[in-house]
């Protein structure tokens, strides 16, 4: 069984089947499960839809992960803490768990695989320093569970988490294979198809949502995915050094990230409670849709992609270039929406 493995266009479409199968099961069974309700938080979401589409999708990528066996142990072994993760969120899905608690088991769950397989960002090295990797998987850590908690906080709209993660699996496919780095293109491609599975139900309007079970999961996944690549192309640009593009590719989840954790402090209102002061929900109070706002999401994705995709195959001044740019974006925007008006 450890040779075992299936051409990757037939591992896809298997995976595919398998998430629309189990979400389809998750969405009839839960029907059943009672949910209780945190009434100190505020959300846009339906309070009777069901929350677990994330175990359906973390049962079908750790099936899917075993398809392909030349995947390696070091991506079985990340699967299997990805649906113990979200394991955690079906928890805190039913109970509402203390932040402090899921932080706690978040660190655990990361930390664990990073000191197993020897996985992190080479901060050390890019800044001249030795502290025996201590410095490097402390940022790596922090860096995988911004990235956990960013994926939570998109997830606030129907279609919204499934649409941005889903591009950002695809970028993370289109370059890694662009840069013979081949496991990495599949794996990415199964996540794709997991959530594509659990997008269906999700389109607006939704029957299911993800839960802190789904989006846990999800960004667990693209968390260590943004590590697990081995960034070091061809021509020398500054994506060579620890500061790798990944960073770029999760422009939306962590903007939206810093514009709600900065109005709710700002509010004085703990950065941990839900409420409706996302990007999302600022551009419905301002009289979009949420398919026209989803539209926005995947217009604004494909702009940042395509400014990262010329930054490779172009010179180490113009890559320079293009990351001054994005920076300036990435301000300007959280100006304008910082300004924006909440959804009441």
Known sequence: MNNFQLPIFQAILITLILSTIFNFLSYKISKKITIKKNDEEKRLSNNLISPF?????????????????????????????????????????????????????????????????????????????????????????????????????????????????????????FLSNYLNQYKLTDISLLLFATIVG??????????????????????????????????????DTVYTSFLNPMLLFFTIPLLDFVIVIFHRIKSGVSPTTGGTDHISHRFLAAGFTEKKVLTMFLLYIILIFTLILVSIISSKFISYGIIIFLLVVFVVTFLKISKMKILD
């Open 53 to 173: 589409g994330g175990v359906a999708c973390s049962l079908s990528f750790l099936l899917s992960t075993r398809l392909i066996g030349k995947a390696g142990d070091d991506l079985l072994l990340i699967g299997m803490f990805a649906f113990i993760i979200s394991l955690l969120g079906i928890i805190d899905d039913i109970f509402n768990l203390k932040w402090y608690i899921k932080l706690f088991f978040q660190i655990v769950l990361v930390l664990y695989p990073l000191v197993n397989l020897n996985l992190f960002l080479n901060f050390e090295s890019f800044f001249g320093f030795d502290s025996n990797n201590y410095i490097n998987f402390m940022i790596s850590v922090i860096w995988i569970i911004a990235i956990i908690n960013s994926i939570n906080f998109i997830d606030n709209m129907d279609g919204l988490a499934a649409v941005v993660a889903g591009s950002i699996c695809l970028q993370i496919a």
């Open 198 to 235: 659990f997008f269906i139900f999700n389109y607006p309007p939704a029957r299911l949502y993800l839960g802190d079970s789904g989006s846990l999961f999800i960004g667990y996944c693209l968390g260590f995915l943004s590590i697990i690549f081995n960034w070091t192309p061809v021509n």
